[in-house]
Antibody
Framework: EVQLVQSGAEVKKPGESLKISCKAS????????IGWVRQMPGKGLEWVGT????????KYSPSFQGHVIISADSSITTSYLQWSSLKASDTALYYC?????????WGQGTMVTVSP | EIVMTQSPATLSVSPGERATLSCRAS??????LAWYQQKPGQAPRLLIY???TRATGVPARFSGSRSGTEFTLTINSLQSEDFGVYYC?????????FGQGTNLEIK
């Protein structure tokens, strides 16, 4: 069974760093792109970026380029989304999802709250 | 940047009737268009990909179509469990964009 299991909710202060994870199982991790999607409270879906774990090729939305880093460790079939300096506006639910044709499998989401 | 525009923002339909949701791309995107359903507190669920292909396990009452840059999701014989927010999604591995969503309410 294909599964993406994300790390738990986080509460951080502005300026702090954070790395959240997405553990994949049930398929060959290096064969599919993994995407990250943001959903701010009460709002719609926004594409953050995608990574190909096979060679770590990474693409970012212009809206997120330079503010987040997406990475993957194929030895533990896990992708990461990280920030070096969080802002209050980063408060959102973050999903990872597998991308063969569209996002066919989603993680359960990680809630990130950034508050002084 | 490719902008996906969904309409209407909210749609109220009675059970058993048909719901028609629209999505327009700001430029040609070939057929890389997906539809998702999201219910409160849940992750989105893939319904349709490649504009008209139903994902595994999706009921046949859901169908997708394309006319140029206009895409349509049709839900026939609406069921009470079909409520939620529906998003269209233009996808490539190097570029993605979502529509703003249509909130489908059951009358």
């Amino acid at each position: 069974e294909v599964q993406l299991v994300q790390s738990g909710a986080e509460v951080k202060k502005p300026g702090e760093s954070l790395k959240i994870s997405c553990k994949a199982s049930g398929y060959r991790f290096t064969d599919y792109w993994i995407g990250w999607v943001r959903q701010m409270p009460g709002k719609g879906l926004e594409w953050v970026g995608t990574i190909y774990p096979g060679d770590s090729d990474t693409k970012y939305s212009p809206s997120f380029q330079g503010h987040v880093i997406i990475s993957a460790d194929s030895s533990i079939t896990t992708s990461y989304l990280q920030w070096s300096s969080l802002k209050a506006s980063d408060t959102a639910l973050y999903y990872c999802a597998r991308l063969p044709d569209a996002f066919d499998m989603w993680g359960q989401g990680t809630m990130v709250t950034v508050s002084p | 940047e490719i902008v996906m525009t969904q309409s209407p923002a909210t749609l109220s339909v009675s059970p058993g009737e048909r719901a028609t949701l629209s999505c327009r791309a700001s430029q040609s995107i070939s057929g890389n268009l997906a539809w998702y359903q999201q219910k409160p507190g849940q992750a989105p669920r893939l319904l349709i990909y490649a504009a008209s292909t139903r994902a595994t396990g999706v009921p046949a009452r859901f169908s997708g179509s394309r006319s140029g840059t206009e895409f349509t999701l049709t839900i026939n014989s609406l069921q009470s469990e079909d409520f939620g927010v529906y998003y269209c999604h233009h996808y490539n591995y190097w570029l993605c964009s979502f529509g703003q969503g249509t909130n489908l309410e059951i009358k």
